[in-house]
């Protein structure tokens, strides 16, 4: 892995190339490639690892055991996820992590800091990085939870949409999600997230094509 890149990550933030290579070599980093589709973490087992997405992208979801599907996040590229189970290696996951797409991830076996009775600075750093890791964590977790606040289903049209587009600073953008995996992610049934959507594109609230998106801005005069 190169260390100039792993340098523009969070987790390294404000570290030199050797507390890079000590953190590594400690922490037991690896890369490994998965196929789309494919479950790499599962519920009910416990990790030490964090992942890091390199190429490609991932999401978090809670399978149940009659097939019922919510996706609780989607992380991409320079992202992170299963940094909390890795700090908190006795607790079993109650999430999957599956590859979105062809992913290239980073490991790190970050639950060996707690392990290790070497004193190095590189530690301390880590820490404050996973600190703001997990903040940025929360809010992305906090913004589903008012995705999926409204009870009707525009409403969580609306309330994702929204939240993209001031993301993106642009009222067009596109989604991570296809509609089957939008549709997981807000709690709603396909069929009759589809319709509203139509509904919505029929009276001039937005114009939608598969991922890509427009949100149409009332007219003042009206």
């Not at 100039?4 to 404000?14: H, R, S």
């Given at each position: 892995?190169?260390?100039?890149?792993?340098?523009?990550?969070?987790?390294?933030?404000?570290?030199?190339?050797?507390?890079?290579?000590?953190a590594?070599?400690?922490?037991?980093?690896?890369?490994?490639?998965?196929?789309?589709?494919s479950?790499?973490?599962?519920?009910?087992?416990?990790?030490?690892?964090?992942?890091?997405?390199?190429?490609?992208?991932?999401?978090?979801?809670?399978?149940?055991?009659?097939?019922?599907?919510?996706?609780?996040?989607?992380?991409?590229?320079?992202?992170?996820?299963?940094?909390?189970?890795?700090?908190?290696?006795?607790e079993?996951?109650?999430?999957?992590?599956?590859?979105?797409?062809?992913?290239?991830?980073?490991?790190?076996?970050?639950g060996?800091?707690?392990?290790?009775?070497?004193?190095?600075?590189?530690?301390?750093?880590?820490?404050?990085?996973?600190?703001?890791?997990?903040?940025?964590?929360?809010?992305?977790?906090?913004?589903?939870?008012?995705?999926?606040?409204?009870?009707?289903?525009?409403g969580?049209?609306?309330?994702?949409?929204?939240?993209?587009?001031?993301?993106?600073?642009?009222?067009?953008?596109?989604?991570?999600?296809?509609?089957?995996?939008?549709a997981?992610?807000?709690?709603?049934?396909?069929t009759?997230?589809?319709?509203?959507?139509?509904?919505?594109?029929?009276?001039?609230?937005?114009?939608?094509?598969?991922?890509?998106f427009?949100?149409?801005?009332?007219?003042?005069?009206e």
């Amino acid at each position: 892995m190169d260390i100039a890149k792993l340098q523009k990550n969070m987790i390294f933030k404000g570290m030199a190339d050797p507390e890079i290579l000590s953190a590594l070599s400690e922490l037991r980093a690896f890369e490994k490639q998965y196929k789309k589709g494919s479950i790499f973490l599962h519920a009910g087992d416990t990790t030490k690892k964090m992942g890091l997405v390199l190429e490609g992208s991932v999401t978090i979801e809670s399978n149940d055991m009659w097939g019922n599907r919510t996706i609780l996040s989607h992380v991409g590229a320079g992202q992170y996820f299963a940094e909390t189970y890795a700090l908190l290696p006795d607790e079993v996951m109650l999430v999957d992590v599956r590859a979105n797409e062809d992913c290239r991830i980073f490991f790190i076996y970050i639950g060996y800091l707690f392990e290790s009775r070497t004193s190095a600075t590189w530690k301390e750093k880590i820490l404050k990085n996973l600190l703001l890791i997990s903040s940025h964590k929360n809010l992305t977790l906090s913004g589903r939870s008012f995705h999926t606040s409204p009870k009707s289903c525009r409403g969580r049209l609306l309330a994702y949409l929204n939240t993209v587009s001031q993301q993106k600073h642009s009222l067009e953008f596109d989604i991570p999600f296809d509609r089957q995996q939008l549709a997981d992610y807000l709690n709603l049934e396909r069929t009759n997230m589809s319709k509203e959507l139509s509904r919505m594109r029929d009276e001039g609230i937005i114009e939608c094509r598969k991922s890509h998106f427009r949100l149409i801005q009332p007219d003042p005069k009206e």
